[in-house]
C-alpha cells in the first residue's frame, strides 16, 4: 500500500511567514506540529498553544488538533546528539 504524503510537502518546504513564527513574528519557526506538520511557529509559541486549554491545542494556519510538538533542525544547527 502507497501512502502519499507528497500534499504535506508544501508546508515544510515553504513554511508559512518566510520562516518566522506567525504568532510572534520575530522569531524563527521551528516547531512542527503532529499531526498536520506545520513548521509556523517558534518552541515559545508552539508551547503557549500546546499548555493551554485542551480545546485551544490548534494549529494556528490549518486548525488541525495539535497532538505533539517536534522541535526542526535545520541543516546548518546543532541537533541534540549530533556529532561534528
Request: aromatic share 4%.
Amino acid at each position: 500500500m502507497h501512502v502519499n504524503t507528497s500534499s504535506r510537502l508544501p508546508a515544510a518546504v515553504n513554511p508559512p511567514n518566510g520562516g518566522t513564527c506567525v504568532c510572534c513574528l520575530e522569531a524563527p519557526a521551528v516547531a512542527v506540529f503532529y499531526r498536520c506538520g506545520h513548521l509556523c511557529c517558534c518552541m515559545a509559541c508552539a508551547n503557549t498553544i500546546f499548555h493551554g486549554a485542551a480545546g485551544s491545542r490548534l494549529c494556528p494556519c490549518c486548525r488541525a488538533p495539535i497532538i505533539e510538538i517536534i522541535r526542526a533542525y535545520g541543516s546548518q544547527e546543532d541537533a541534540p546528539g549530533h556529532r561534528a
